[in-house]
């Protein structure tokens, strides 16, 4: 029904930086939140930072100050702009889309993309 298309990620020096693209096509239903989740081997599934359709933003306490989410509603799209990049940042991510106003609550999910970065 809706499809999340991603583009962007893959390998980077620390200290760098990566940008992330999610476009959502194919959903009857308006999209109010959108946003990032990542995961890395042994750790559990977390979201890195959301945006809602009025610009409310949520940001995981490790990526504050270095990653910047932003939206165009019209287009159903959300950025991640990722710099100061770290090894620990290392994860698959995830786009998630959802008509909701919880951010963990979005039913929507992109095939994810690998994020590695190199010390």
């Known amino acids: 029904q809706v499809q999340l298309v991603e583009s962007g990620g893959g390998l980077v020096q620390a200290g760098g930086s990566l940008r992330r693209s999610c476009a959502a096509s194919?959903?009857?239903?308006?999209?109010?939140?959108m946003g990032w989740f990542r995961q890395a081997p042994g750790n559990r599934r977390e979201l890195v930072a959301g945006i809602t359709s009025y610009d409310r933003t949520k940001y995981a306490d490790s990526v504050k100050g270095r990653f910047t989410i932003s939206r165009d509603n019209a287009k159903n799209t959300v950025t991640l702009q990722m710099n100061s990049l770290k090894p620990e940042d290392t994860a698959v991510y995830y786009c998630?889309?959802?008509?909701?106003?919880?951010?963990?609550?979005?039913?929507?999910w992109g095939q994810g993309t690998q994020v590695t970065v190199s010390s």
């Open positions: 194919g959903s009857r239903f308006s999209i109010n939140t």
């Open positions: 998630n889309a959802g008509g909701g106003v919880d951010f963990y609550a979005g039913r929507y």
